[in-house]
């Protein structure tokens, strides 16, 4: 299924992407994903549906750090929170500036098709209808 993330285009097989799930899990701490899926919207919990992620089996992971306060900046603290997904399928259309990163064959090999779309970036406030300065 074919999904347009703008600037990116992703053709996500969601069905590859459940099997991935149902045979791995990825959560290294199971409260860590049940605090994360407690807070996700009805819009968001759908995504990860249609895109066939299981939030309960990605690698989720919290980290707080106490900052003190030094006299001009109050300290507190700061919670770091990530939630790193795969999905299965291929990418369609890219940024140009990730299709030169991705084309360094000593790290990627020769991975990216000839097929592969290039977006050029000062098409994004086009597409919205703003002009770019």
Excluded at 46 to 67: L, N, T
Excluded at 82 to 92: A, E, P, S
Aim: one cysteine or more; glycine letters at 6%.
């Amino acid at each position: 299924m074919t999904f347009d993330f703008y600037p990116w285009i992703l053709d996500i097989d969601v069905e590859a992407t459940k099997q991935l799930y149902a045979q791995n899990d990825f959560a290294k701490d199971k409260a860590v994903n049940e605090r994360f899926v407690s807070a996700l919207s009805a819009e968001q919990k759908e995504f990860f549906d249609s895109v066939g992620v299981d939030p309960m089996r990605v690698r989720a992971e919290e980290k707080v750090h106490d900052i003190p306060d030094d006299g001009e900046v109050t300290g507190g603290k700061i919670y770091m929170r990530t939630f790193d997904f795969l999905m299965c399928g291929r990418i369609v259309a890219l940024p140009e500036f990730y299709r030169e990163i991705y084309s360094d064959e000593e790290v990627f090999g020769n991975t990216l098709p000839e097929t592969l779309e290039i977006v050029q970036l000062e098409k994004i406030s086009e597409r919205h209808g703003k002009k770019s300065i």
